[in-house]
């Protein structure tokens, strides 16, 4: 790992800062990066954020073949736009922003009754909770936990975790999907913040579950794992999105150092911690991440290095990473705040950031949805510039 870094980072010096500098002065270049990325996603979001306002409770989802893709709120990620506006105006302090966060947020009210997925995570956590954080509007309190208890109706006690899909159902009986584990901060929110402690146990019988039966003893993780009703113990283990079922699915492998890292946050548990430094050594060793750190779509594709990078799975693995440096010692703070950095850079470069006005508006470029399902292929999607923004604010917070 450090002979990764050292490289890389001789190839940043020319861009960004000398090797040599004084750590103050390394801390300035990248706070300048950090603002300018601001900078150019607020005037990017404005001009996405104008195109929708008319289209009445749509939102971007991507763009692709020089067309916008967009969505109603039913799709997973309508909640990540919205949550992109919350995280601009963290930074900005624009009332136009606000404005447009409001008016984003407000489309996704409804998905706050959903029971037919997992998703209401996503989609009521990053729009209603950002908003949340950062008005302390009652109106949205109601929202998610509405939007708790929706969830929370997709869990059952003999299996001990909550079902992810429901459709399939010749292959499999209750399936679970590593992305699952995204959902259960809106959980565990709700139990703080009501009292009813069952948001909580339910949240953490699916983290212990989905420790015990989705990774594999090098830490990566199948996408896909469904449990026999009855016994409630796995009867099939695949990964649907990635290259094959024993492949390490490039962003699968990201929710769940995200998931394990902000698991450690609210209970200060030490085997989440634990999790969380596995999935995130596994990942910065693994033998096919470039040295930008920015993950091709399967770590274990073929075609490397001639294949699509994941800027999707890049964002949310440095968000994470930010926030895991903080509950490590100190052997492990640096290299991961390092890697993250290394990966905030590059993703603010223009190799993988849009001009202005290009791209659909979105921010990031290069993005893999589901390459097997050739579906969302080397194009924007909502939630890398969301995970993105979240980085940028993480980071510039700690420097």
């Known amino acids: 790992m450090y002979n990764k870094l050292f490289s890389y980072f001789i190839i940043l010096s020319g861009l960004f800062a000398c090797t040599e500098r004084p750590e103050k002065d390394e801390d300035q ?5 950090i603002d300018s990325a601001f900078i150019f996603a607020e005037k990017q979001s404005m001009l996405m954020a104008e ?3 008319d289209q009445d409770g749509r939102f971007p989802r991507t763009y692709e073949n020089g067309q916008d893709v967009s969505s109603d709120s039913r799709w997973w990620c309508s909640g990540f736009f919205p949550g992109s ?3 601009i105006y963290e930074n900005s302090q624009n009332p136009e922003l606000l404005t447009y966060a409001k008016l984003y947020t407000d489309r996704v009210e409804r998905e706050k009754y959903t029971t037919d997925n997992h998703d209401v995570g996503f989609m009521i956590y990053c729009s209603f909770g950002n908003g949340y954080r950062l008005t302390g509007n009652k109106d949205y309190e109601e929202v998610m936990l509405t939007a708790a208890k929706s969830l929370s109706t997709r ?7 909550i079902r992810s899909w429901d459709h399939n159902t010749e292959h499999w009986q209750y399936p679970v999907i590593i992305d699952n584990i995204m959902n259960l901060e809106l959980l565990l929110w709700a139990a703080t913040h009501s009292g009813d402690t069952t948001f909580r146990e339910i949240a953490l019988s699916h983290a212990d579950k989905t420790m015990e ?3 594999r003893p090098d830490y990566s993780s199948f996408h896909v794992v469904s449990y026999d009703t009855i016994s409630g113990t796995p009867h099939l283990k695949q990964t649907h999105q990635g290259l094959s079922d024993e492949s390490s699915w490039s962003r699968g492998q990201a929710w769940g150092l995200y ?3 902000y698991l450690y946050r609210e209970t200060k548990n030490e085997r989440y911690l634990q999790q969380a430094r596995h999935i995130a050594d596994y990942l910065i060793n693994h033998r096919n991440m470039p040295e930008d750190y920015i993950p091709y779509w399967d770590y274990d594709s073929p075609d490397i290095p001639n294949t699509y990078r994941d800027v999707s799975a890049a964002a949310i693995m440095a968000s994470a990473l930010v926030e895991l440096s903080d509950y490590t010692d100190k052997d492990h703070t640096s290299p991961y705040r390092q890697v993250a950095e290394v990966q ?4 603010a470069s223009p190799n993988y950031t849009a001009s202005l006005g290009e791209n659909g508006c979105f921010i990031l470029k290069h993005s893999v949805g589901a390459y097997p399902l050739q579906s969302e292929v080397n194009v924007p ?3 890398a510039d969301y995970y993105y923004l979240e980085a940028l604010t993480r980071l510039k917070k700690r420097i």
């Open 213 to 215: 039966h989705h990774f």
């Open 85 to 87: 506006l919350w995280y």
């Open 155 to 161: 869990y059952r006690p003999q299996v001990g975790l």
């Open 381 to 383: 999607l909502t939630y």
């Open 344 to 347: 905030i850079k590059t993703l």
């Open 51 to 53: 195109k929708y306002k």
């Open 259 to 261: 998931g394990y890292t």
């Open 29 to 33: 270049a990248l706070k300048a990066i």
